[in-house]
């Protein structure tokens, strides 16, 4: 019903800048809160980013200053520009959104497949 597909990811250089986005489709009625979460391998998925459906953010300590995240409301898509890169930011980003399906009433959180992003010189 819906679905999330995430690109832009791939391999940058120690402060090097890479842009994901994270494309939302299928039977929307509306999209709420949109997120951002990594996993290193062996490793529990780890919140980066949150943006509301009224643009408030959130950051996890470790990306603030470095991500930004952003939403395109029209597009149904989701951003997270990452700067400054840094080696521990290697890990598969998954973006997920609450969704209110047009043909479910019921809020419900779903998840892109993720991408790989691999900091490394």
């Known amino acids: 019903q819906v679905q999330l597909v995430e690109s832009g990811g791939g391999l940058v250089q120690p402060g090097g800048s890479l842009r994901l986005s994270c494309a939302v489709s299928g039977t929307i009625s509306t999209i709420y809160d949109m997120r951002w979460y990594r996993q290193v391998l062996g490793k529990q998925h780890a919140l980066v980013a949150t943006?509301?459906?009224?643009?408030?953010?959130n950051y996890a300590v470790s990306v603030k200053d470095r991500f930004t995240v952003s939403r395109d409301n029209v597009k149904n898509t989701l951003y997270l520009e990452m700067d400054s890169l840094k080696s521990e930011d290697t890990a598969v980003y998954y973006c997920?959104?609450?969704?209110?399906?047009?043909?479910?009433?019921?809020?419900?959180?779903?998840w892109g497949q993720g991408i790989q992003v691999t900091v490394s010189s």
């Open positions: 997920s959104a609450d969704v209110k399906s047009s043909l479910e009433p019921k809020l419900t959180e779903y």
């Open positions: 943006i509301t459906r009224g643009g408030i953010t």
